[in-house]
């Protein structure tokens, strides 16, 4: 691409930003109480009453995803037979449970994404398995490990405090539970919290309305595994947001509505999908013993650049890191700098997205619609997406695109959505408009923890989060944090991270019982010599949410980062690394700045 080209484009994705950009960042959005409180209610299973606990129990872990079952699971095999899952919702599953929106499917290849399938002998359906399959499978895990008996369903803990005379962690919850736990495990995830946009008049609709992670079949007809929407045969439907739910659920509005308007601020970049069914056959082939751990660490390395010939899953998430691998091998010896690498990376993107262009140019039929779909940024501004119907479902005759030229809905109104001075009567608004990220961690845990000596969390971290692998913390004896900041930070497969801490932890655990150890603890100078080992890397968010990105939630929407984010970063040497450096520091049987005692 000529030079004059390339800065067209770097002017015309400049221009594109700065329309998004607004002052009000993440205080955009709406939090779900009050008047909006119905929102977040569990439209999937119902509440069974049941007596409060007040027992104590060897572990408590908070939140029943993928964090809580890989480590309970750890736990059941390391011999802990009374591992307690505290969770919100009416079953395991987290993001699965919530997330039943039509065509939910998974955007990382099942046979990395997908917990613990060698040790449950699950083989996935599908490259991509759809979310019926893998709340299923959440649901085998607590099954095969014992996860069940001892768990907590709609129950969201209220108050965690460390008591230092017993050595334990009291807990409390919103039905009254009060029991206490030697040990504690926390994985609430960081997209368990949905948000509403704070478009005005939001309260003043007086047709339907629901978020898409709480979807309201008995209105649409239809189910989690896509039958088709019946109910919204003569309805007019708005959703709102164009980001990766949208893009999964969009195919299946558009075939049922009467007349679909698709509201969008922002294009999604929307890349090939190619999903395929698993042929048992073929499975047999791979499924020799350690075939998971081969196929994650493949991916991660693959997926982060590092220098491996071959390449397992094969797909958009590894094609994109092959891509700029290759440009870089072509960068020549005196132009191996930091500017040639990341001009080297810059051409690569440029690449790509002009690809992801003229794939809308092909598939979209009307011409004004296509131009619209086009994403002005850099793949990895935004969730890259992966689809293969999205676009196509433009071509439905009652299916029409909303562009809102980067401003977003003017207003809502009894009746429907403003967009651009024009009212567009409407019967429902689904709202994709995500969830809360940007937010500290006590406001999307729903409570703060007390670690020793009345220490806060809230406080400890005030000036930004501070651990050893992401998950001990000082202060907090016999707690653990099992999610991917200041870890591996392996964003494009986050599962990986949770097994891996989930395996740790259970190590740590059968360590300290094994020994007769009441507590285990991070160092203070082991925590800060973590901290100063990820300060010595390059820091900063780099091309993911990067401030010269369009507005969203992997730049803080925009707004400049508070000094403590540039705490929010992985293992300098990359994500391989830790994994390798993981490995070896829990196998040692030392667990080297944990103090046992
Ligand atoms: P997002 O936060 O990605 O998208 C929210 C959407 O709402 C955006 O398009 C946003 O526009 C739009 N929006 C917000 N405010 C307004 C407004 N006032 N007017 C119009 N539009 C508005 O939420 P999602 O639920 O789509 O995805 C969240 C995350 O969940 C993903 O990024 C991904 O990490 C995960 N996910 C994973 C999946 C998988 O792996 N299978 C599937 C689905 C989600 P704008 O872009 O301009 O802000």
Redesign the pocket.
Known sequence: MAELEKEALRQKYARERDK?RRPDGND??LELKGQLAHYAQDPYMPVVPRAPRTDHVTVAFIGGGFAGLVTGARLTEAGVDDVRIIEKGGDFGG?WYW?RYPG?????ASFV?MPLLEATGHMPTEK?AHGPEILEHCQRIGTQFNLYDNALFHTEVTHVEWDGDRSVWVIRTNRDDHFTAQFLGMGTGP?HVP?L???PGIEDFEGHSFH??RWDYDYTGGDPSGSLMTKLADRRVAI?????????CVPHLAKACRELRV????P?SVDVRANHPIDPAWFATINTPGWQDRWLHNFTANQTGGMVEEDLVMDGWTDLARRVRSKMMSIPAEEFTPEGMLAAYEDSDFEKMSEIRNRVDEIVQDRETAQQLKAWYGQLC??PCFHDDYLAAFNEPGTHLLD?D????ERITAGGVVVSGVEYPVDCII?????E?GRDHTRRAGYDIIGRDGLRLSDYWADGMRTMHGTHVHGFPNAFFVQPTQGANLISNVPHNLTEAGQTIALIVAQALAGGHDEVEVTQAAEDSWIDLLLSGPGGFGILGSPDC????YNN?GQPRAQDAQLLVGYPMGASAYFEYLEQWRTTGTFEGLEFR
């Open positions: 998004r955009q959005y993001t997330n939910a499917q998974c955007d990382t994404y991509y997209l948000k946009p704070g478009i898409t992670s709102i947001g164009t980001g990766a739910t949208s893009v999964q509201i969008q601020r922002t999604s935004k969730r809102t980067g401003q977003g809905v709202y994709a408009s995500g969830f990220v369009t507005p969203g939630y929407e």
